[in-house]
């Protein structure tokens, strides 16, 4: 499975940027990056993906290395409707309709008022 | 709302017991997937279904079967339940293809195993 490493927790302010960072040294060419957090007492919700290029959108931004071992999401302005568990998957495929999701711990954020 | 909805919500069984999870996919996704979410750890990949079969499984024994229906609503059913076992149970749908984007997941079932 490929793996992830991202740190155990991160703590920021609100309404600053969060720089979440994950290495993944063994991506492979087919792997997608997948971003996705986790609320107490939910299922966890999507965040962002990406190939190569950077991606944004309406809750993040994605930077992706040049030589994809490692990624950072990025949220623009922290709130504190942000804190969570933040999992930054490999998204595995072997072909046709064959993929799946390896999640590790994640890195949970605290953002503070 | 992401659509998925899962139920029951909470539930207790016995050890040796037989448990079936059920899943409702969100309109129009004809791949559904099954996570295993220990107290405290990310979700495990239990197994995915598309049209009906299974095409990709994590490192789950026998007794974690499933099923998908042709309105692509899923089964999860667990025998010979374990104290192991009690976890979140996490169903989550997609459209298939590589390229294909978001998993929307449900809300869970929380099954404890006494």
């Known amino acids: 499975d490929a793996k992830t490493t991202q740190p155990n927790s991160m703590e920021s302010n609100e309404e600053e940027p969060v720089h979440l960072p994950c290495n993944h040294s063994t991506i492979s060419g087919t792997d997608y990056i997948h971003w996705y957090r986790q609320l107490p007492s939910q299922g966890p919700e999507y965040v962002i993906h990406?190939?190569?290029s950077n991606v944004n959108n309406r809750m993040a931004s994605l930077a992706i290395a040049e030589d994809r071992k490692s990624s950072t999401l990025i949220l623009h302005r922290a709130t504190l409707r942000d804190a969570a568990v933040y999992y930054c998957i490999l998204r595995e495929w072997s072909g046709g309709s064959n993929y799946k999701l390896t999640f590790g711990k994640g890195t949970l954020l605290t953002v503070n008022p | 709302e992401t659509g998925v909805t899962q139920s029951p919500t909470h539930l207790i069984k016995t050890r040796g017991q037989q448990v079936t999870l059920r899943c409702s996919s969100q309109s129009g996704h004809n791949t559904v997937s099954w996570y295993q979410q220990a107290l405290g750890q990310g979700p495990q990949f239990i197994f995915q279904?598309?049209?009906?079969?299974?095409?990709g499984r994590g490192n789950f024994p026998p007794r974690f079967s499933g099923l998908q229906f042709p309105n692509y609503s899923s089964e999860l059913n667990v025998n010979a339940l374990e104290l192991d076992d009690s976890a979140l149970y996490l169903c989550?749908?997609?459209?298939?293809?590589?390229?294909?984007?978001?998993?929307?997941f449900g809300e869970g079932s929380r099954l404890t195993v006494l």
């Open positions: 990406g190939l190569t």
């Open positions: 989550a749908s997609s459209l298939a293809g590589a390229r294909a984007g978001e998993l929307f």
């Open positions: 279904y598309y049209r009906e079969e299974e095409n």
